[in-house]
């Protein structure tokens, strides 16, 4: 590619053979030149490089650096192990693992302006998938444009065909939720249909106070 020796490599499904993966590596740099994304046949996306440039970039100066980005959706705070026993009590959704081999790889509390909610994170080794949780009602008039109703998913569910990265928004037991990553979309579909049903409504109460137990062990303040 682009003039340059490479490794093809391919990623297939161990159970049954599937192709998830096509990889075009340089041999000398280890770069990535090309990656292809299929669910069996069918390729779901391709990324290439136009054009390849390996000469050293000069040196900036201090003063032409670019800004250091921050953060500004909220105060996000890891949940340590310790600490996820508390929010199964409260009856937040924190699965200890998803199908198809979707390991934990963090949980995070999140407060912002919208309130208090969950994200959990599980990768596969090849990608990795969000998972956010609010109490409340979803505002299903205000959905960005382009979303198409899901069966079989929760009270009500939406996803956004073509999108990236992929999303599904459902609604059950008093809970928005939220599943987001760049698995091809029947196994997001199948990740999000493995997350187990939310408290019931009647159980606010505990949601609060796992939530608040959460907070309270992780805040520097107590």
Do not use: N
Not at 13 to 23: A, K, S, T, V, Y
Not at 110 to 117: C, E, F, M, N, T
Not at 127 to 136: A, D, I, K, M
């Amino acid at each position: 590619m682009l003039d340059r020796p490479t490794v093809g490599l391919e990623v297939v499904r161990r159970d049954d053979g599937r192709l998830r993966e096509r990889f075009e590596v340089d041999r000398v740099t280890g770069l990535v030149l090309r990656r292809e994304s299929y669910d069996g046949d069918l390729r779901l996306r391709l990324a290439t490089y136009s054009r390849l440039d390996l000469r050293p970039a000069p040196a900036a100066s201090p003063r032409d650096a670019a800004p250091a980005a921050a953060w500004r959706g909220g105060d996000a705070t890891p949940v340590r192990a310790p600490h996820l026993d508390a929010l199964r009590e409260g009856g937040w959704v924190v699965p200890a693992a998803l199908p198809d081999g979707y390991r934990p790889a963090g949980v995070y509390a999140v407060a912002s302006a919208d309130g208090q909610h969950l994200q959990q994170i599980f990768d596969d080794g090849l990608y990795s998938v969000s998972l956010f949780q609010q109490r409340g009602r979803a505002d299903w008039a205000a959905l960005t444009e382009g979303a198409r109703p899901v069966h079989g998913l929760g009270d009500r569910a939406a996803e956004w065909p073509g999108a990236v990265p992929r999303q599904i928004v459902w609604e059950a037991g008093g809970t928005v939720l939220s599943l987001v990553g760049d698995a091809p979309p029947a196994e997001l579909r199948a990740l999000a249909a493995a997350v187990p049903a939310p408290a019931a409504p009647g159980l606010l109460a505990r949601l609060r106070t796992g939530l608040e137990r959460m907070w309270s062990g992780l805040s520097p303040w107590h």
